[in-house]
């Protein structure tokens, strides 16, 4: 099943803070997150694995809640090379299939 | 290294032709992958593999084909296509199946696909 991500879009000054949510309705192993520029293929940015870890890629963190199932990615201090549109892949049982989320669109504004 | 590369870029193609979307990786990865990416939506798997020889489906397989008989290649092949087809087709491959949770996928430049 398609994890779900909230919010679908949001827009940012230069310098604000965003929050992005993942959230799966099955148990999961691993949460991988990618960011992807408009008519370009993802990129990867992180993953974390089950066990609550959290992790980090220039000022973007991520966190893993093992119990609630639910993966949170974290912009701080946001800059213009944060727009794109950030999707998050989930794995449930340390397989061979990653299911992406619908994805969430960041504008960063000057 | 080139990384992934996917031929063509972009396709048009009329409804009942056929074709095959060409992906090369040249990291000796084992783990490749084929999804397809409507507007406006998230990336949905249509086919795996885990090593040359060995293929499976992923959410979305009905309507493809594909086969790895080297671990460099993997061609995903549309038997006749639909306009339901019109998507952006990207390839994917890592060292390991994405589950390990040890390693990114590295993801080709995509192609274009337009079916009239």
């Known amino acids: 099943q398609q994890p779900v991500q909230s919010p679908q879009a949001v827009i940012l000054r230069e310098g604000e803070d965003a929050v992005i949510n993942c959230s799966s309705s099955k148990a999961l192993y691993s949460v991988h997150w990618y960011r992807q520029k408009h008519g370009e293929a993802p990129v990867f940015l992180m993953i974390l694995l089950k066990g609550g870890e959290q992790k980090g890629h220039e000022k973007i963190s991520a966190s893993f809640n093992e119990k609630k199932q639910q993966s949170s990615l974290y912009l701080t201090a946001s800059q213009l090379s944060y727009s794109g549109t950030y999707f998050c892949g989930t794995e449930g049982a340390a397989g061979n299939k990653l299911t992406f989320g619908g994805g969430t669109r960041v504008l960063v504004k000057p | 290294n080139a990384g992934v590369t996917q031929t063509p870029k972009f396709q048009v193609l009329k409804t009942g032709q056929s074709m095959t979307l060409q992906c090369a990786q040249d990291m000796n990865h084992e783990y490749m992958s084929w999804y397809r990416q409507d507007p406006g939506m998230g990336l949905r798997l249509i086919h795996y593999?885990?090593?040359?020889?060995?293929?499976d489906q992923g959410e979305v397989p009905n309507g493809y084909n594909v086969s790895r008989s080297t671990t460099e290649d993997f061609p995903l092949r549309l038997l006749s296509a639909a306009p339901s087809q019109t998507s952006v087709y990207f390839c994917a491959s890592s060292p390991q199946p994405p589950g390990t949770g040890r390693d990114t996928q590295y993801f080709g430049p995509g192609t274009r696909l337009t079916v009239l």
């Open positions: 593999s885990v090593g040359a020889g060995i293929t």
